[in-house]
């Protein structure tokens, strides 16, 4: 299983911090669920899926994250 990030908007990958790509190959890998959305938190990225890839497509699985609190909205 392969976990990644997808923006809802353009359905783009996330592949480096601040780039994004629609080769699913050059996209950045995350080791669970939970690692990508503690990405998300640290670094304000909202309207996205974090995508569940597995070998057999008709399993894949996609996680709505359309916003994931910033840091200021823990706080208040």
Do not use: G
Not at 39 to 49: D, K, L, Q
């Amino acid at each position: 299983m392969e976990v990644l990030l997808q923006s809802t908007t353009t359905d783009e990958y996330l592949a480096e911090p601040d780039s994004w790509t629609r080769e699913i190959k050059h996209s950045r890998r995350f080791h669970d669920s939970i690692e990508a959305l503690v990405y998300c938190f640290r670094h304000n990225i909202r309207n996205v899926t974090v995508s569940l890839e597995f070998d057999m497509p008709e399993l894949n699985i996609r996680l709505d994250v359309s916003r994931v609190p910033t840091a200021q909205d823990v706080r208040n």
